[in-house]
């Protein structure tokens, strides 16, 4: 699989090449958003106003209500739970690369109802009681109330944690002892892909069967699913690992990514990046040789940016003395000013009414054209959520 006489191919390069195909530079038009999200293999979701604001960064002109009306009207953007677990939005058309492509993560939940002592006969008649529910757009409650009804299941509160310290009671259902909450029962039909998220943010999130909602649905097995999501991944994020792929996608069996990585054969070209072997689709070897970027490429990436989250060592990104800056705990990851590939700074904004105030904090000294690719940058977030921008700056540390 390795070879002595792979090309060496500097970070410069790698950078230009992952811009581009993460449609930072150059932006996409406001009518590629689907292309956009796919070509990013995914935005992160978790809170749905980052995911618009990473959107934003990679679409010239975009205004909130279009990504709004991608998910709801033309359906041309979904909401699947893929990588690591987490809500993305993607492509409907590729929804069944993105869920059978993170099999791997069903076995976690399985695990979980076999520790707790809830085997397969008392868990999917409530998933597949979720399925008959799902067949038009419906909120958790609803479902809830659905399927309480459906099987006679009584429902109970629970307290519980609702992540970054956060403690709320909710409503689930009373199975063997357990309260299982709605939020995880949906949770699990999507990771399976029997449901999908196509809105909105909070508790309000609405779901439905993929085959009720996405336009000319096409459903893979999961060994097809698995071959394209690495194919997608090394579209994004090449030249890259399978261990790389594997921290990536959440705990992919590292076992098995090699094994599709082998199985790939000549589609892979081998290159080295600080001396270390990594690969690259060989239909994509010319574009990253020939890769460079007229810079400086200025952008504000916001919360959880899908672009800082596709590899395993983050060397190339951040420098050590800043990495906890950027990537903090909790699995928070901060908004970042990207510079050139590079994390340069982190920012932030508030909105008062119709005035934002972004505040940027260096790495170190910027440069006068970085400074004026961040007012650029801070302009475009103004008119994105509507207020006149103020930029300050803190010293740099």
Same mark, same amino acid.
């Given at each position: ?181 709605m939020s995880g029962m949906m949770g699990y039909a999507c990771i399976r892909g029997l449901a999908c998220c196509v809105a909105n943010d909070g508790q309000d999130a609405t ?23 690495? $194919?997608?991944?090394? $579209? ?45 689709? $060989? ?84 440069? $006068? ?29």
């Open positions: 699989m390795r070879r002595q006489d792979a090309p060496e191919v500097p970070w410069p390069r790698v950078h230009a090449f992952r811009l581009r195909r993460h449609r930072l530079a150059p932006r996409a038009g406001r009518g590629d958003l689907a292309e956009v999200a796919g070509d990013a293999c995914g935005v992160q979701a978790q809170i749905l106003s980052a995911a618009r604001l990473a959107l934003r960064a990679r679409t010239r002109g975009l205004r909130p209500t279009d990504v709004d009306r991608a998910l709801l009207r033309n359906r041309t953007l979904v909401g699947v739970w893929c990588m690591r677990d987490t809500r993305h939005l993607v492509p409907s058309r590729d929804f069944a690369v993105f869920s059978r492509g993170v099999h791997h993560i069903v076995r976690r939940w399985t695990s979980w109802f076999d520790r707790h002592r809830l085997p397969p006969e008392a868990i999917e008649p409530i998933v597949d009681s979720i399925v008959r529910a799902l067949d038009r757009p419906r909120t958790r409650d609803e479902v809830l109330e659905l399927v309480s009804a459906d099987l006679g299941i009584p429902k109970r509160a629970k307290r519980m944690s609702r992540g970054w310290g956060n403690v709320a009671h909710t409503e689930g259902l009373a199975v063997r002892g357990h309260v299982l909450p779901f439905v069967r993929p085959d009720a909602w996405i336009p000319d649905w096409r459903d893979l097995t999961i060994p097809e699913a698995e071959r394209e999501f690495v $194919r997608r991944y090394l $579209r994004s994020y090449g030249p890259a690992t399978p261990e790389d792929f594997a921290f990536w996608a959440g705990g992919f069996p590292l076992r098995s990514a090699r094994a599709i990585w082998a199985g790939m054969g000549d589609g892979l070209s081998e290159v080295r990046l600080d001396g270390r072997p990594a690969w690259v689709l $060989r239909e994509d070897l010319p574009a990253l040789r020939a890769a460079k970027v007229d810079g400086p490429v200025v952008r504000l990436l916001p919360y959880f940016d899908t672009y800082l989250l596709g590899h395993r060592d983050r060397a190339h990104l951040v420098d050590a003395a800043h990495y906890r800056r950027v990537y903090r705990p909790a699995a928070w990851i901060a908004p970042v000013v990207l510079v050139d590939g590079r994390c340069a700074g982190v920012w932030s904004h508030k909105k008062a009414r119709d005035r934002i105030d972004v505040r940027v904090e260096p790495f170190s000294r910027m440069s $006068r054209a970085v400074r004026e690719g961040i007012a650029a940058e801070a302009d475009d977030v103004g008119r994105f959520l509507g207020g006149a921008v103020n930029v300050q700056y803190a010293e740099p540390s």
